[in-house]
Structure formats: C-alpha cells, structure tokens
C-alpha cells in the first residue's frame, strides 16, 4: 500500500488551503505508523503512554466526533457508538491495543471519507466557515464552535500528534524520514 502525502497549497481558498494541511497532515500520521507490525504501534516512549495505534484510533474518533457528530449533526458511528466511554474515557487510546497497522489504517480511512463527506455536505448547504456547527459543543462556555473553528481544530489536532508520531517512530525503529 501506498500513502500519498499531498503538499500544503500556497494559494488557495480559505477552504482549500485548511483542508490542504488537514490532508497533509492526515497522511503524515499514517505514514508514520505504516509498515509497522502491531507489537511496535503498542510502543510508547516514556514517560508518555502515547503509541502510534492509539493515535490512529484517536484520530478516526475526534474525525467521526467533530465533523459527523457536531458539524453534521449524525449520531457517533461504529465503535464510538457503543465505546465503554464511562469505564475508560481514553477508549479510543486503549482499546486500539493488538490491533494492526492495516485495521487501525481502515478504519482511520474510513473516517476520514465520512468526515470530507460531512463537511462537503456542509459547505454545499452553506458555504460560510463563520456558520455554528450544528450541535453546541458547550454553550455554557462561550457558544458554538464554528465550521472555521472545527477545520483549524483538525489541523491543530493532527499538526500536534504528528509532532509526537514522529518522535514516537524514531524510538522505534530510528526512522526519521517517513
């Protein structure tokens, strides 16, 4: 299998450039993790507990949570839907234990078409990033995140884990250029 990392664009829509590094960002967590075998995405490098499966999952859930649950308003898709959320609220972390580079891999794919679904039918509805999602994260907080606020998150999100995918890969197996 092949994962193609696309370059950031230097021109572009506000649309256009956000989801630019979100994709680029998407496949440097993947690669990162390829060609590893399950024993070494259960890695960490201490004194953190992070490992590369774990950030796999994590990711396909905060993709199902912010762009289907808030943004398109859908109820959690599986395993989120069933996920023991009360007994270990680091599910998606944990639970990814075991599991392949090819499982994790799917299932991060899998979100990741969803969420460009979710947020393509959202723009089509209404192009406008000031927009509220449709679901209040926490109003009691200061309101609803926005459409822009959702897609600068995922960068945010994916831009810092792929800070520690990289040292996490390095502890494994010293590459440095994936």
């Keep these: 299998m092949t994962i193609e990392r696309p370059s950031p664009s230097y021109s572009d829509t506000e649309v256009g450039m956000l989801r630019s590094y ?3 960002f998407r496949a440097t967590i993947r690669l990162q993790a390829s060609g590893l075998t ?3 995405l259960d890695q960490t490098l201490p004194p953190s507990d992070l ?6 999952k994590h990711l396909a ?5 912010w762009f289907s649950y808030n943004l398109g308003a859908h109820e959690p898709s599986p395993p989120w839907d069933t996920a023991p959320w009360d007994d270990d609220a680091d599910w998606d972390w944990h639970s990814a234990a075991g599991a392949d580079f090819d499982e994790l ?6 979100a990741i078409a969803h969420s460009d679904a979710c947020l393509d039918a959202a723009l089509a509805a209404d192009p406008d990033l000031g927009r509220p999602v449709a679901r209040p994260r926490d109003p009691a907080k200061g309101g609803t995140a926005t459409v822009r606020w959702v897609l600068v998150h995922m960068v945010e999100e994916y831009a810092r884990h792929a800070g520690h995918a990289d040292l996490i890969r390095q502890s494994i197996d010293g590459a440095t250029d994936v």
């Design 38 to 40: 399950a024993a070494q």
């Design 22 to 24: 979100l994709d680029h």
């Design 105 to 110: 891999d799917a299932l991060l794919v899998a």
């Design 51 to 56: 490992t590369l499966g774990g950030m796999l």
């Design 61 to 65: 859930y905060v993709e199902d949570y």
